[in-house]
């Protein structure tokens, strides 16, 4: 075990955080100095053999199917792997793994993309309406401002910030590319009195929202399509897209962001919300195999570039990458306290080893997102369709932050 001890060892140093190990036979390994922050019951050899083996690939999937239990709290052993880099210790077999899921679950092919999105977003309404905000269900980072203490709220101040930065208006007409359960759509038209298209693949969500808006009698100034958002095939005033760019894989990002810019008349106003890298780096192979198939996360330098090719001027750039650590912490927090309700949905679906991917998912993003050596982040970037004229669009920011701006509370 002295191998096994080293690394461990090793581990702790980089992490800054001592733990303790429990083997298959019942021995125990201390490492770092300390206090143990948490432990690890490892309860097989094969467990032990495929974390040496594949790293952290290895622990969580040993973990998921409850070969591997956690003592002590889960953000602080997530977090003490990604401060000892054990996440970038990738093993030939994940490098491998990592490629074929790439190419496996393209969404080059529309049909792939299709399946791609109803595996995460058709898990039913019921189950997100869980511990999503209420009424909305935007699961997308949120907006926290300065003494906000709600989801609800913090959901409300992001429709609102994107409203204000593209100056929505009464009666223009604007696009909602993949926009889920219709929260952008309904808090925009309460607030601003646009005409909203939304576009999704996702059946589930498509018939749910066309459901509420009937019943909302709304289904007039606002409607949802069941289509790829390469195939809008229409051009609007405004566009808005949240969550969208990390769905489009590697070999479409050039599409996608091409498709954006179809979706805009000439001089026509955009945001994309999306999560990005800083420098072009690998996607996590977790979150491409377990919570997302055929997510890709892209480079802000590489969105940028294919936003130049395609004839889109960037206006600005915000980076929320501290709001969406904020975000998951209470998405986790609620995911925990209902899980009951969650798992009484579908027993069969929800079972223990769908709690702990997603427990993990949900709070590994959360520190990921708050970690300060982490280089995934979350942007908007606010667009032009052509370069924007003096009086396209406002010379200053101030609009944005003045609560009483057209596009804030209607115009």
Not at 254 to 259: M, Y
Not at 353 to 377: K, N
Request: charged share 25%.
């Amino acid at each position: 075990m002295a191998p096994v001890a080293a690394f461990l060892e090793e581990l702790a140093r980089r992490a800054g955080v001592a733990f303790e190990v429990v083997l298959p036979g019942g021995g125990r390994l201390k490492a770092g100095e300390g206090a143990a922050a948490f432990g690890l019951h490892f309860r097989s050899e094969g467990a032990l053999a495929a974390t040496l083996l594949r790293g952290h690939m290895g622990l969580l999937e040993a973990y998921f199917d409850g070969q591997v239990d956690l003592a002590g709290p889960l953000n602080l052993a997530l977090a003490a792997g990604l401060s000892a880099g054990f996440d970038l210790q990738a093993s030939v077999v994940n490098s491998v793994e990592n490629h074929l899921l790439e190419r496996g679950q393209s969404n080059r092919d529309r049909a792939q993309a299709k399946r791609n999105a109803c595996a995460h977003y058709d898990l039913g309404e019921a189950f997100y309406r869980l511990w999503l905000d209420e009424p909305l269900k935007m699961y997308t980072c949120a907006y926290w401002r300065e003494g906000c203490t709600t989801l609800e709220q913090a959901q409300r101040d992001k429709i609102d910030h994107v409203c204000r930065k593209l100056r929505l208006a009464r009666g223009e007409r604007y696009v909602d590319l993949g926009c889920g359960f219709g929260g952008f759509l309904l808090r925009a038209w309460e607030t601003t009195g646009a005409i909203g298209t939304g576009v999704n693949t996702a059946t589930g969500q498509v018939r749910w929202l066309r459901e509420a808006l009937e019943r909302q009698g709304l289904a007039t100034p606002l409607s949802v399509r069941e289509a790829d958002f390469r195939d809008v095939g229409e051009c609007f005033d405004k566009l808005v897209s949240i969550g969208v760019l990390e769905h489009a894989g590697r070999d479409q990002l050039a599409e996608v962001i091409q498709a954006h810019a179809d979706c805009l008349r000439p001089g026509g106003i955009g945001l994309l919300h999306f999560i990005g890298h800083v420098g072009p780096r690998e996607t996590e192979p977790f979150i491409r195999k377990h919570v997302f198939p055929g997510g890709w996360i892209p480079a802000l330098s590489e969105v940028m570039q294919e936003m130049e090719r395609c004839g889109l001027e960037v206006l600005d750039v915000e980076n929320l990458r501290r709001h969406y650590a904020l975000t998951l912490d209470e998405w986790a927090r609620r995911f925990a306290q209902r899980w009951p309700e969650i798992q009484a949905l579908d027993p069969t679906r929800f079972d223990e080893r769908f709690r702990r991917i997603w427990t993990v998912y949900l709070v590994g993003c959360a520190e990921l997102f708050r970690s300060p050596v982490g280089c995934t982040h979350l942007f908007q970037v606010l667009f032009s369709k052509g370069n924007a004229g003096r009086g396209a669009y406002p010379m200053t920011r101030d609009h944005v932050y003045a609560v009483d701006a057209p596009g804030a509370r209607g115009a």
